[in-house]
């Protein structure tokens, strides 16, 4: 449950929300994309509030925002091609004139480093493969913001480095604004221009890195030791 929670994100930026399991991280995201609705209070995406939208607005918004899942929601029986042709299908009909989906898709590919796995199925790659397939399907569309949901859970250390820097490479090639949540102190440290800190679903802190660290907050420094 979240609790007088206040928070802007800046065009451009990469704002984190820290906090550990419970502390609402994912019913922030679920009330962002309109999953859940608030009891009270405001949520304003790219300048309209949400209360507002139907299920048609919903889905011109849902164009624009990008959201990438922890298990990275891949569809084992499509090739990687299939699979970043699915948003195409749904939200760009007129992109699929002959040869302009083949292009987006290879392009798109090509910004993840990943253009050769085109003809494979994701059972034939590995989790930090699928990881940035599952990012290549989020940009396909070119969102003005991206919601990652704990994007290096269950990933090695050095994998979980590659993620997070090709988050900040898709933030300044794609001037992307975005919501990362996680409780990976290294993701954040990368990605992050500023930090959200939630405890028992409040916004705890909040502030740069840096800020963060030189608090002398006992609940604050336990996440930076």
């Known amino acids: ?13 990469n704002v984190a929300v820290l906090g550990k399991s419970g ?21 304003r995406l790219l300048g309209e509030d949400i209360n507002e939208f139907n299920h048609e607005h919903w889905d011109q918004i849902r164009r624009r925002v990008g959201f990438l899942f922890q298990s990275n929601a891949l569809y084992d029986s499509m090739t990687v091609r299939e699979n970043l042709e699915f948003p195409l299908r749904r939200h760009e009909r007129e992109m699929l004139r002959e040869g302009e989906s ?46 990652y949901d704990e994007p290096t859970t269950g990933l090695d250390p050095i994998t979980a480095r590659e993620i997070s820097n090709l988050i900040v490479e898709v933030q300044n090639k794609y001037n992307t604004s975005s919501i990362i ?45």
Do not use: Q
Request: net charge negative; hydrophobic share 40%.
């Open 102 to 147: 083949e292009g987006l898709i290879r392009e798109t590919l090509a910004n993840v480093g990943l253009e050769h796995t085109i003809d494979m199925m994701p059972v034939e790659l590995s989790g930090g493969m699928r990881k940035r397939i599952a990012l290549a399907r989020t940009l396909i569309l070119k969102p003005e913001i991206i919601l």
């Open 23 to 43: 502390s609402g991280k994912s019913v922030l995201i679920k009330c962002i994309i309109g999953l859940y609705s608030p009891d009270n209070g405001l949520i």
């Open 181 to 225: 949540i996680s409780h990976d102190m290294n993701c954040i440290n990368i990605t992050s221009n500023h930090i959200i800190m939630l405890i028992d679903g409040r916004c705890y802190a909040m502030g740069t890195n840096e800020e963060l660290r030189r608090s002398e907050d006992s609940r604050i420094k336990e996440f930076f030791e």
């Open 1 to 13: 449950m979240l609790r007088n929670f206040e928070m802007d994100l800046p065009k451009g930026e």
